[in-house]
């Protein structure tokens, strides 16, 4: 598989946090390890948005870097 797939799976898991789907953005973070298990914006999403607690409106203040 095209190791370029993993970044559409971390944008979707974003997208799909941002909109309240919980679910789908864990399969696609779930996607993107399997394919590339040191894809530094998914850690970050899991690390810092999950498991924080962070709201779904919350992870825009994760991309001011």
Do not use: E, F, K
């Not at 797939?5 to 993107?32: C, E, F, K, N």
């Not at 894809?39 to 709201?55: C, F, P, Y």
């Amino acid at each position: 598989m095209d190791p370029r797939i993993a970044d559409l799976w971390s944008v979707l898991a974003v997208i799909a946090y941002r909109h309240g789907d919980g679910t789908l953005s864990q399969v696609a973070m779930d996607r993107v390890l399997r394919i590339n298990p040191d894809h530094q914006l998914t850690h970050l999403m899991m690390i810092a948005a999950m498991h924080a607690g962070l709201a779904p409106a919350d992870p825009d203040d994760l991309l001011v870097l």
